[in-house]
């Protein structure tokens, strides 16, 4: 399977001074709360930034900015901090989108409202989901209190049966090596955390749905797969 393309520079700009002969489809976009950062065909990397007043402003803004460029995968460091109606408008028009990559995390929040906002977070997600074109789903938890990972344990049952398109789920566990929990506000995991991974292929001989386990290596190749100009190429 062809392997991801490497990012060989970079450039700041901003959504407005993006021409359309400038603008080459991403395949990759990774978002917080700073900035959205798309991966191109080619090996630039291209950060758009997007530092809003408020969150209506800051979901807006990147609604729209998905919209104009169409990902074929979308990685969210902060993915509660998102709401239903954010969920409704990804996936109304979401095209391309093929491979989502969310980490859950709440380093300012105490165990009950950890629960109930992954509680809140996991209803609207999974309602509007379903009408998506998701090949893949892997998530992050950078949770360490064992009432939360208790909470999320049933998470890729709940996916397979919600989306129909779905083939492969995955879940890692974020621990940090001195104890505190990973932060959800970088583009990837840091480098000093130790990541405990479960992947699934999705059968879909008996109802429900039934989680096939498959190697790392497989998931590895799954995830490598669906981020390459390869198969990003196969959607345009």
């Excluded at 979901?59 to 729209?64: F, Q």
């Excluded at 509007?128 to 049933?154: K, W």
Aim: with cysteine.
């Amino acid at each position: 399977m062809a392997s991801f393309p490497s990012a060989t520079s970079i450039f700041n700009i901003s959504a407005q001074t993006v021409s359309s002969s400038q603008r080459t489809k991403p395949h990759h976009v990774i978002i917080n709360s700073c900035y959205l950062l798309s991966k191109f065909h080619w090996d630039t990397t291209c950060t758009i930034c997007h530092r809003a007043m408020n969150l209506q402003l800051e979901r807006d803004h990147v609604l729209d900015l998905l919209k104009e460029n169409r990902p074929v995968v979308l990685r969210f460091p902060m993915a509660m901090e998102k709401d239903g109606d954010f969920w409704r408008q990804l996936v109304a028009d979401d095209g391309r989108l093929r491979y989502l990559i969310l980490t859950l995390s709440g380093r300012d929040l105490d165990v009950s409202s950890c629960i109930d906002r992954a509680t809140q977070w996991t209803y609207h997600i999974l309602k509007y989901l379903g009408t998506s074109q998701l090949i893949c789903v892997r998530i992050q938890i950078g949770f360490t209190a064992d009432v939360i990972l208790q909470a999320l344990e049933g998470l890729p049952r709940r996916f397979a049966r919600a989306i129909p398109s779905l083939r492969y789920m995955a879940m890692e566990w974020l621990t940090h090596k001195l104890g505190a929990p990973p932060r959800a506000d970088h583009d990837h995991p840091c480098e000093d955390c130790i990541q405990q991974s479960s992947w699934w292929r999705l059968e879909d001989t008996d109802m429900p749905r039934v989680l096939i386990p498959v190697s790392a290596t497989v998931g590895e190749h799954v995830d490598a797969h669906l981020q390459s100009a390869e198969f990003a190429s196969t959607l345009d």
